[in-house]
């Protein structure tokens, strides 16, 4: 079955950059799609079409694609972005749809 | 302002038989796809299945770990998606959203609990 693979965890300080990375084969045909999950919450929808942001998304977030690999760029990080984050697609058919295994975000 | 409410969750042996609904309110429910996700505890997000909307045959898809012992439907006069969970498994003890479905999930519920244990 598809399969996305995302890093297990990243770390990184307040204020630096932190980029999450996110590969599938299928990507360079079906859009990349990233949530965020703070604990005991539903998953929130951030960045949907590989790049585009959310309503009420902070500019900090962005997303890109580069052949199989999606990636989420989060600039200034702060404290409140602390959380697990989560990319979907779908498979080469569009028919399963896919997440990949998160990647929890430490802010140190 | 879109709602999605889960209920039905609960504890259950293995080999039981579950039904979960999911409430939906504030959007055109009966022209929606609709999904099934669910997450075991500590662990990540893993799609269950979705069922696409009448006009567009009420498809249903499901995930290969499921597929044969649940059973996704919906109502749309009530607006009202159901997940049939059949021959449970311990594996299957997880949080179970329900979410609108465009090839991603815009709205979500809060999810339910689902325990299968002796």
């Known amino acids: 079955s598809y399969e996305l693979t995302q890093p297990p965890s990243v770390s990184v300080s307040p204020g630096q950059t932190a980029n999450i990375t996110c590969s599938g084969d299928a990507l360079p045909k079906q859009y990349g799609y990233w949530y965020r999950q703070k604990p005991g919450q539903a998953p929130v929808m951030i960045i949907y079409k590989d790049n585009e942001r959310s309503s009420g998304v902070p500019e900090r977030f962005s997303g890109s694609s580069s052949g199989t690999i999606v990636t989420l760029t989060i600039s200034r990080v702060q404290a409140e972005d602390e959380a697990d984050y989560y990319c979907?697609?779908?498979?080469?058919?569009?028919?399963?749809?896919?997440f990949g295994g998160g990647t929890r975000l430490t802010v140190l | 302002e879109v709602q999605l409410v889960e209920s039905g969750g609960g504890l259950v042996k293995p080999g039981g038989s579950l039904r979960l609904s999911c409430a939906a309110s504030?959007?055109?429910?009966?022209?929606?796809?609709m999904s099934w996700v669910r997450q075991a505890p500590g662990k990540g997000l893993e799609w269950v299945g979705r069922i696409k909307s009448k006009t567009d045959g009420e498809t249903t898809h499901h995930a290969a770990p499921v597929k044969g012992r649940f059973t996704i439907s919906r109502e749309d006069s009530k607006s009202t998606l159901y997940l049939h969970m059949n021959s449970l498994k311990t594996e299957d003890t997880a949080v179970y959203y329900c979410a609108t479905d465009g090839g991603f999930f815009d709205y979500w519920g809060q999810g339910i609990l689902v325990t299968v244990s002796p």
């Open positions: 979907q697609s779908a498979d080469i058919t569009g028919t399963y749809l896919v």
């Open positions: 504030g959007f055109a429910f009966s022209h929606v796809w």
